[in-house]
């Protein structure tokens, strides 16, 4: 399953983001002047915002696969491009990371979208950001 950049709209998420759960929808905002990052922006009052990147460009051989599960709560299909975010974190001391063991899938086509939490991972919730 690819990236998609044609997130135009709101995308919900049925259960939140853990966390968050109270907030359930978020616009995707993308820009050429922001690039490699994209913005999931709370689209109630008070809603957060995350910076988020694509987990293949901090690693590129990030595996972009769901089963059947992750496919149905999305309500997509096997073949059907998804949008991949990793949602990044700064820190005080200057560093960024992001979070690849519990990336966000979004499918375009129902405009849905999930945080998948890996239980067992060998990626960190706060992987080193280098942006390849």
């Known amino acids: 399953?690819?990236?998609s950049s044609a997130v135009d709209g709101v995308v919900t998420f049925p259960e939140g983001l853990?966390?968050?759960e109270e907030h359930r929808q978020f616009m995707i905002v993308a820009s050429p002047d922001m690039e490699p990052?994209?913005?999931m922006?709370?689209?109630e009052a008070r809603a957060p915002a995350f910076v988020a990147v694509d987990p293949r460009m901090v690693d590129r051989a990030y595996p972009t696969t769901l089963d059947r599960v992750d496919l149905a709560r999305l309500a997509?299909?096997?073949q059907e491009p998804l949008l991949w975010?990793?949602?990044v974190a700064a820190h005080e001391d200057g560093r960024a990371t992001a979070n690849l063991r519990a990336p966000v899938v979004i499918n375009?086509?129902?405009m849905r979208g999930i945080q998948i939490i890996a239980v067992e991972s060998p990626y960190?919730?706060?992987h080193p950001l280098s942006v390849k």
């Open 18 to 20: 853990p966390g968050f």
């Open 76 to 78: 997509a299909h096997e």
């Open 1 to 3: 399953m690819s990236q």
């Open 108 to 110: 375009p086509g129902t």
């Open 41 to 43: 922006r709370g689209v």
């Open 85 to 87: 975010l990793a949602i």
């Open 37 to 39: 990052f994209t913005v």
């Open 124 to 126: 960190r919730t706060d």
